[in-house]
């Protein structure tokens, strides 16, 4: 609650120099009607009037205090915020490929990907951002929403095995650009994270990311993986999981990574476990700010009228007590 007069609440000072008259008062007594002895009158039983006697001076100070409150117009403040956000445009584009079930990664490549990338979608406040999967064909998961929560359940829901098999990287950048080419804002990324090298698709990388840097998109680059051997789930010859694990080299191809975010204006990470791809993920956050203008209205809604009525109601309350209840013989 705000004042928009405090200084009048320096009248609850005069409170004070009322009481002490009271109390001085009451002290030292003062008969209206002189009697020979007041022994009988110690010796009677108190009742409730003798306990209720000093209420109705409590009532009058209070409805002063009341009043004084007031007149010194309590408001109720409202601050309401207008937040314009001019906000990035952001496509993710993850590798749901096979190789993505490696184990280097904890519990593997897949799962490291959607935690980090829901991570970084939680705290992209303003964006829009969509997502678009890729394994030997690419798809999108979700268009560009500003609904963080759709979006997370949907980033949950991808998996390695719901595609053909396969990397074309191609083809997941070429999703991703669609989902931007018409979109009017005024930052345009991609994040595109893979494990492998090309080797499938109609449209070659290098081809994606020209029409990219041609609509104004920058691309960032992951490529996840250890240096060297990594444990990969086995399968049958069905294509099915043993339970076993194979140790297999890690193969990316970093140069056309590099190549896609140079012509792009982007950059190129190299995720080696979970904790590194998350530091990319931050690093990439911290290069695409959105700019946020927040402006702040203030209302004032006036309050006194509940102090008037209060004060109002309290010296009422004190007339019919005294009238009433605590009469006293002059």
Known sequence: ????????????????????????????????????????????????????????????????????????????????????????????????????????????????????????????????????????????????????????????????????????????LATAINRLRESDAESKVVILLTDGVNNRGEIAPLTAAEIAAAQGIRVYTIGVGTMGMAPYPAVDIYGMPTGDTVMAKVEIDEETLRRIASLTGGRYFRATDKAKLKAIYDEINRLEKSKIEVTERVAYHELFLVWVLLGTALLAAEFLLATLVLKRIP
């Open 1 to 172: 609650m705000h004042f928009a007069y405090p200084h009048l609440l320096w009248l609850l000072a005069l409170l004070v120099p009322a009481v002490a008259y009271y109390v001085r008062r009451t002290l030292q007594g003062g008969a209206a009607i002189r009697i020979p002895t007041i022994e009988g009158a110690l010796a009677a039983p108190k009742t409730l009037r003798s306990y209720l006697r000093h209420l109705p001076f409590a009532l009058r100070c209070a409805a002063f205090a009341a009043l004084v409150a007031a007149l010194a117009r309590p408001q109720d403040v409202e601050r309401l915020s207008h937040t314009t956000t001019e906000g990035i445009d952001i496509m993710l584009a993850i590798d749901v490929s096979g190789s993505m079930l490696a184990r280097d990664f904890k519990p593997d490549r897949i799962t490291a990907a959607k935690e980090v990338a829901g991570s970084f979608v939680a705290d992209r406040y303003g964006d829009r951002i969509g997502l678009a999967v890729f394994a030997g064909e690419a798809y999108t998961q979700s268009p560009l929403t500003t609904d963080r929560s759709t979006l997370q359940t949907l980033l949950a829901r991808i998996r390695s095995g719901l595609i053909e098999d396969g990397t074309a990287i191609g083809n997941g």
